[in-house]
């Protein structure tokens, strides 16, 4: 009998537990990054890999990788040799993203203004329709996934989806301060309405008042940031 059939077949070679690991990784990257912008895991939340590991089935690997992911983005403070935490919310951090998805939205609306696409207007229509429902019903979280679904059809619409990429990797303070403010009466509503003008005035052709809903729409958070510090003051650093 040669060596091939006496092999023991159970033996994964280890290129194979790579690449594992590496398709595993960004799976628990989203699930804790969705996590952390839902509150779900609020800042100075303790994350322990071991924990993490056996909640995700996977090895400390992808964990490992995920959370080094989660630093660059800056949502985890990891202290060696002592422990992973959720980090508090950068202020500073939240007004740089806000800069730049001012500063990029704001050319992504005339030009989609200025492009006169219907099928884009069906989509963000759609789009409004289901924020509506998840406003009423009161679910934030599916209400946040379809804010993002809204924004992120603007940078398809306009061929810019690298940029939404790279918007999202730096919007997770912003995000999260958002979260804290959207249970705020009327909050809901209120983006419901700026996404309506904003769509409407791209369906008009309108660049300068699509601009203008625009940044309404994005300043609404940090407008209200010190009401947000005094009810939160232990999540928030500056």
Do not use: C
Not at 63 to 77: C, I, K, P, Q, S
Not at 94 to 121: G, T
């Amino acid at each position: 009998m040669d060596a091939a059939h006496t092999a023991p077949r159970a033996a994964v070679p280890p290129a194979t537990r790579l690449d594992r690991a590496r398709q595993a990784a960004p799976q628990v990257f989203e699930r804790l990054r969705n996590a952390i912008i839902a509150l779900e895991l609020p800042p100075g939340a303790a994350l322990s890999r071991a924990e993490l590991a056996g909640q995700f089935g996977v090895s400390s690997t992808p964990v490992r990788d995920a959370l080094m992911r989660l630093e660059e983005e800056g949502l985890v403070d990891v202290f060696p040799q002592h422990a992973t935490v959720v980090s508090r919310i950068d202020i500073s951090r939240a007004q740089q993203a806000h800069f730049l998805r001012q500063a990029l939205e704001l050319e992504i609306v005339r030009l989609l203004a200025e492009k006169h696409d219907a099928a884009l207007i069906l989509r963000l229509d759609h789009a409004i329709a289901l924020q509506q429902q998840f406003a009423k019903a009161g679910d934030f979280e599916a209400f946040m996934a379809g804010d993002n679904d809204f924004h992120a059809q603007l940078y398809a619409a306009a061929g810019k989806q690298d940029l939404w990429t790279l918007v999202r990797s730096r919007s997770g303070h912003i995000d999260r301060l958002r979260r804290l403010h959207l249970p705020s009466p009327g909050k809901a509503q209120n983006i419901v309405r700026h996404h309506r003008l904003i769509t409407r005035a791209i369906e008009a052709g309108d660049a300068d008042a699509a601009q203008q809903h625009l940044r309404k729409h994005l300043s609404g958070t940090l407008s209200e940031l010190d009401k947000i510090w005094s009810l939160y003051p232990e999540y928030l650093t500056d």
